[in-house]
């Protein structure tokens, strides 16, 4: 038996790369022509995330949550499933968060104050996700293995990470824990495989994090120059 410090992180790949893209091919295929309608809500996501409207953000997260439900039953179960176990744990994960995005969607949602960073890194975040597909052909793939968000599940990470940043702090912390757990796992075993897509899921991860904290600093230092001034002492 080897010693473990022998492995390399591609001897833990459930598949070959080639197996992988070939499906990814097969299953774009078989959906067109939805990948037109699904870049077009892409773009209406991407102007939610520009206004940033409350009434739009509840409409962008129940499209989002469908998208969910749909990479689960169409490419997880529909097919990653029959060349990776863990597409079978990934798939009611998946359900679970479009479930509960459309379920949160429906609730009014009050007027939310967010800072210019934040608009931006969730408007560069559902940039990233429109863009995904071009990766595809940009390695030399053909057209039909290009992932597109609602579709295929990376871009639609990628998406919810950039329309979540707009919610709430309460609604947005238990429905990053799927898309932000997808991108690192999924990540990580692309990055094994040399994909130029690891590094947009884990950048995509960093930037979500990242953009809460924008948000409070600027609150912060909003409220410090409104301060009024300390009166001198006596």
Known sequence: MSEWWTYRPSDFLLFAPRTYYRLLEHYGAGLWPWQIAALAAG?????????????????????????????????????????????????????????????LAAIPLSAVPTSKPQRLGASALLVAALAYPLLAPAMGRPWA?????????????????????????????????????WCAFQGMTLWTMGAPEAGVLLGAAVVALLLPLAGSLRRRDRAARDRPPASPAA
């Not at 997260?61 to 990653?80: D, E, S, T």
């Not at 609602?150 to 429905?175: E, K, N, S, Y």
């Open 43 to 103: 773009v209406a996501l991407l102007a939610v995330a520009l206004r940033g409207r409350p009434g739009e953000v509840r409409l962008g997260l129940a499209l989002l949550g469908a998208g969910w439900i749909a990479a689960a039953w169409l490419f997880l179960w529909g097919r990653l499933a029959s060349i990776a176990w863990s597409a079978d744990y990934a798939a009611p994960a998946f359900v679970a968060q479009g479930a509960l995005m459309i379920l």
């Open 145 to 181: 293995a290009a992932e597109v968000l609602l579709l295929f599940p990376d871009p639609t990470a990628i998406a919810t990470l950039g329309l979540l940043a707009l919610l709430p702090t309460g609604r947005r912390a238990v429905l990053m824990i799927a898309p932000l757990g």
